[in-house]
Structure formats: C-alpha cells, structure tokens
C-alpha cells in the first residue's frame, strides 16, 4: 500500500511537466533517511504517470560491491539488456562504454583516465539520445554510495543536451566529495530538492487499516 506523499508528487508532477514542455532536462533531489520511502516515491509516481513515460533509466549506487561508475553501469547494462541492437546502432560511439559492460571490459583501456572519461561521456550522450524517444526518466538510487566521479561524469552527459529528461537522484545523506559535484551538476540543471519526512499518524493509520 501506498499513502500519504500527495506533495512530494505533486512536485514531482510538476516538474515533470516543465520537462515535457520545454524538452529539456531537469534534477530532481530526493534526500531522507533510509526506509523513509524514497524509492518508493520514485516508482509510485512511475506508475502513476506510466502512460507518458516514455522510458526509464535507472541504477543504484550499493555499498556492498565495489562496481566501477556504481548506477551508470547498472543502468547501462540495463539498456542493454532491454535493447542488445542499441550498440550496433552507436557503432563506434558505443567505444567509451565498455569499461561499464562486463563483457565489453577486458577490452577496454584506462591507461589515460583523461581521454577515457571524454570518450565515455561521449557514448553515453549518445545512449541517452538514443534511448529517449520521448520523455524519460532517469534514476539514480542511494547516491550516498556513489563515487563523485559517477556525478561529474552525469553533469557532463547532460550539460547542454536537448532531451526530455527527469533526472532523478535520491541519497540518504551525500557526502562532501560528492555534494561538490552535486553542486555543480544543478548548476547545470534546474533543481527541485525534496527532503521526505515521518508520516503522519493519519498517514501510518490509513497505512495500517490498507495492511489488514
């Protein structure tokens, strides 16, 4: 079951159609504590809007495995998976994209980080434009665990870029390295941040009378 929140999704709502309208990206901040309900937020409101999503990207940043680039993989591999013919399509401009696909990273050279990281946000501005074929979400879960490369390399992929896209990114709490370059990614973005807080009493009530 699934109550209370009717704010956050509004806002949400909201921001939602500023993207449609402009075809531009936006940042969404989702912060609270863990089990507060931030993921949860995300895919009620997926659900709700279902019929105008056109896609959603996602991946998650885990604390418990040392994944290079943590959610960027994940959500490639994800596009992948759900679409195999997508890197024949980018042809080379899938090259910087190995080192986040297991089967693809042997092949892949880090010996220079610099042309590595150009190349990579180069291949996923392509991915990304290629896969939104209308208005799309893309979410990043538990940025707490991310590395303050994966947001650099995410300001860099949207920087400028003509897509409808909510970008969406929740943490518990972020860490110094990685608010740096939060910092700079909403200078990139129009930002609406989103602390979600306790329910109420009446909200844990209706919770509660839904269980039974």
Do not use: C, H
């Amino acid at each position: 079951a699934f109550v209370g929140r009717r704010s956050e999704l509004a806002t949400l709502r909201r921001v939602w159609g500023a993207v449609v309208d402009t075809w531009r990206p936006q940042l969404v901040i989702i912060e609270g504590p863990a089990g507060i309900g931030k993921t949860r937020l995300v895919d009620r409101f997926y659900n709700d809007n279902f019929d105008e999503v056109a896609g959603i990207m996602w991946g998650r940043n885990r604390d418990t495995t040392q994944v290079a680039f943590g959610a960027l993989a994940e959500m490639v591999q994800r596009l992948v998976e759900a679409d195999p013919e997508v890197i024949d399509r980018l042809g080379d401009r899938a090259r910087g994209l190995w080192p986040l696909l297991p089967r693809f990273a042997a092949a892949a050279t880090m010996d220079d980080a610099p042309s590595t990281r150009e190349l990579m946000t180069e291949s996923l501005r392509a991915l990304l434009i290629e896969s939104t074929q209308g208005p799309t979400i893309w979410f990043v879960d538990d940025l707490q665990w991310a590395s303050p490369d994966v947001v650099s390399i995410m300001e860099s992929v949207v920087d400028d870029l003509a897509v409808p896209v909510l970008v969406i990114v929740t943490a518990r709490s972020v860490p110094a390295a990685v608010a740096v370059r939060l910092g700079s990614l909403q200078r990139v973005l129009p930002t609406t941040p989103m602390k979600l807080d306790a329910l109420s009493i009446d909200e844990v009530a209706e919770l509660l009378d839904d269980e039974r």
